[in-house]
Structure formats: structure tokens, C-alpha cells
């Protein structure tokens, strides 16, 4: 099994900024790619930017210029440093991903993870 845990979410005032974790475990052969989504109250779920095992990049319109995606030093760990916060960036923040992991019985397996999520919240 296959865990994903964020950190680094919190307050912060408009302009701010702030780095968030997504660590995965478990029985990891490789990630595929990791994806962090965000979901504001009343509002559908949204991408907010990509990275693949290649360190290949794609970011939400709206985190282009602003946000960050990469490898951190730490292995099977995304960071997203976010910069130029703004209160429209406030929701939960939830990291995804699509991970080759290896079962008690020694098999090869592909599945989807997800967090559970961890809040972003930025004042005017």
C-alpha cells in the first residue's frame, strides 16, 4: 500500500508565500507523476500543477508565474512553493499520484493515491 501525506499548508497573508510536501511511502518501485489539486468551498476540484518522473512540468493558468512544482532532495517527495499567494488560492490543497508499487506477494502494481489533503488559507 501506498501512502501520501502534505505538509506545509497554513495562513498567510495576500503576497505571501508558502511551500507544501507531498511525501509518499510505502512499497514505492517509481512515481509515474504527481499532481497537486485544490478545492475552494463550493467549488469543483482543480488541477493546479503536474510533474513526471522526467521532471516534465504543466501548471493551472493560475499558477503559472507563481507556483512551483518539483522533486525535493527527499526521496518519493513534491514540493509546491507558492508565491505571490492570493485570496482566491484559499482551499484544501491535495496531492495525487500515479505510483508502480510492488504487493506483499512481490507483484507489480499501478494505482492512483491520493492525500488527505491539507488546508490553504490567505487573507486580504
Known amino acids: 500500500q501506498v501512502q501520501l501525506v502534505e505538509s506545509g499548508g497554513g495562513l498567510v497573508q495576500s503576497g505571501g508565500s508558502l511551500r507544501l510536501s507531498c511525501a509518499a511511502s510505502?512499497?514505492?518501485?517509481?512515481?509515474?507523476?504527481l499532481d497537486w489539486y485544490r478545492q475552494a468551498p463550493g467549488k469543483q476540484r482543480e488541477s493546479v500543477a503536474r510533474i513526471t518522473s522526467s521532471s516534465s512540468r504543466t501548471y493551472a493558468d493560475s499558477a503559472k508565474g507563481r507556483f512551483t512544482i518539483g522533486w525535493d532532495n527527499a526521496k518519493n517527495t513534491v514540493f509546491l512553493q507558492m508565491n505571490s499567494l492570493k485570496p482566491e488560492d484559499t482551499a484544501v490543497y491535495l496531492c495525487s499520484a500515479d505510483v508502480w508499487s510492488q504487493t506483499e506477494n512481490s507483484e507489480d502494481v499501478m494505482g492512483r493515491y491520493w492525500g488527505q489533503g491539507i488546508q490553504v488559507t490567505v487573507s486580504s
Open positions: 510505502g512499497r514505492i518501485l517509481r512515481i509515474n507523476s
